[in-house]
């Protein structure tokens, strides 16, 4: 069965591939699964019928048979859940690579994803200096934590999982912002991750479509 995933037809990151989707191809392409895409507008988002898929009428969504997901997140951890390559084998240590995949959504993702719609949506707004670095002192506490997790382990959870995806597309918004050079094992973990073949395939896709978008 080929599973269909929704993605922007004209995304906001202009094929930088930021956009979530990105996570569902790339967890994919690792597994050596096809998948169909199906472009989706601002405006058909927030209509019914991809509401039915998405309650809050956002990217992206998973459909295989009767079977329908919504959240990047939850997709993945289907994905690694149901074929091999994404969360490893070891009911332990899979534990704790589920538990790597809740912290670069929920304590990671947060104020990474407010800095970059800040930056978009606040610019010219009074308080916009003053909120971005706020967002940065925070940005840096999680940073620092993450950095000295990581280590000098290539993988955030020992082998390459479903949450060195997760982790590595949020660490990606950070391009630009000199942040991430702070430590000098994360720059390193996000090229390491962006080398992988996979990763490489899923980006070359989500990027034709914003190339295509501009006509």
Known sequence: MTPTITAFEASPDRGRGLARDMRVRWALEEIGQPYDVRLVTFESMKQPAH????????IPTYEAGDLVLFESGAILLHLGETHPGLLPADPKARA?????????????EPPIFDRS??????????????????????IRLRLADLSAALGERDWIAGDFTAADILMVTTLRRLAGTGLLEEHPNLAPYVARAEARPAYQRAFDDQAAVFEASQG
């Open 51 to 58: 509401k039915a898929l998405q309650p809050f009428g956002q």
């Open 96 to 108: 704790r690579a589920i538990a790597w995949m809740f912290a670069a959504l929920n304590t990671v």
């Open 117 to 138: 719609l800040a930056t978009i949506l606040e610019r010219d707004k009074p308080w916009f200096e003053e909120r971005v670095a706020g967002l940065d002192k925070l």
